[in-house]
């Protein structure tokens, strides 16, 4: 055999052997019967052309293309995994003991002590309406001392070793937080339900919860 021929067959065995290796990935495709027929005219050119039929390794099978990334498109591709990734925001609580806590503390302890947790926590939210609203002082003790508000929480000094005390101290923090939603909505007044002032009548009512009656 000349080498122009032997060239040609060569050249024919690696186009029938990049045949046999891309079909399968490219269509997907299972070979049948047709595998044994290829395996013959690939061994037939590889051995003219003089070249050794490579050996199978279990398990070397190639089953899907895989894709290599270089180190700037991993980063590229975790970063919009990540940007795709809910976010769960918490907002940091101050459970600082501060004068104004106490004020309030004492606030719902006195008010509210006999009420539930969401009486208390009305209690609570009203006052820190009131501290937000420009109509009135802008600290809770400031709101606690106003004339003819509430009263002068320095004056009273119920036991803190009690569970109305751990109960009201829970409710303030949950209110100078922000914590659970709105109870009494804007409310900035209230007064028991077992009394009518005046005052009150001509205010906007926005809810009653247990023995209280709130308005804005």
Known sequence: MSFGRKRIIFGMAAVA?????????????????????LDDVD????AASGIESPVA?????????????DDEAATIAEEAVEA???VTEVAAIDDTVDADLICLVKIVRHEAANQSMTGQLAVAQLVMNRV????????ICAVAHQRGQFFNTNAYNPSRNDQRWENAMEVALDARNGISDPVVGEAVFYHAAYVTPRFHRSRPR???IED????R
Do not use: K
């Open 17 to 37: 052997a990049v045949a046999v290796a891309t079909l399968p990935m490219a269509t997907g495709f299972a070979f049948g019967s047709e595998d044994t027929v």
């Open 43 to 46: 061994g037939e050119l590889l």
């Open 57 to 69: 390794v279990p398990g070397s099978e190639i089953l899907e293309p895989v894709i290599q990334l």
């Open 84 to 86: 795709e990734a809910p």
């Open 132 to 139: 937000e609203s420009p109509r009135f002082p802008n600290s």
């Open 206 to 208: 926005v809810t009653q």
């Open 212 to 215: 209280h009656i709130f308005y």
